[in-house]
């Protein structure tokens, strides 16, 4: 069974930062690509970033230059660096994954992943 579990929520003043992780479980993740959503009260979710089997890596340009996403494919493990947080990135972070070795032409979609985890709220006070 395929499970996602992300961790290192928080509250945080704005200007400071957080780094969350997801594990994934039930699987072979090194020929996935990995994602990271947000949703804000209200709000749909939208993408963060998102790193791909070789390495490459993508990010929302509401977060370029201030979040660093990263995977260790030996434990299964993405990261989501966040620096210079701002309060308008609070919100409920979700980590999603792709069956492994399936193409995904756009990483941003929602609809190109398919597993995710329940989140971890991200609460930056201004």
């Known amino acids: 069974q395929v499970q996602l579990v992300e961790s290192g929520g928080g509250l945080v003043q704005a200007g400071g930062s957080l780094r969350l992780s997801c594990v994934v479980s039930?699987?072979?993740?090194?020929?996935?690509?990995m994602g990271w959503f947000r949703q804000a009260p209200g709000k749909e979710r939208v993408f963060v970033s998102a790193i791909r089997s070789g390495g490459s890596t993508h990010y929302a340009d509401s977060v370029k230059g201030r979040f660093t996403i990263s995977r260790d494919n030996a434990k299964n493990t993405v990261s989501l660096q966040m620096d210079s947080l701002e309060a308008e990135d609070t919100a409920i972070y979700y980590c999603?994954?792709?069956?492994?070795?399936?193409?995904?032409?756009?990483?941003?979609?929602?609809?190109?992943?398919?597993?995710w985890g329940q989140g971890t709220q991200v609460t930056v006070s201004s």
């Open positions: 999603a994954a792709t069956k492994a070795g399936r193409y995904v032409y756009t990483v941003s979609q929602f609809s190109q992943y398919d597993y």
């Open positions: 039930g699987g072979t993740w090194s020929r996935s690509v």
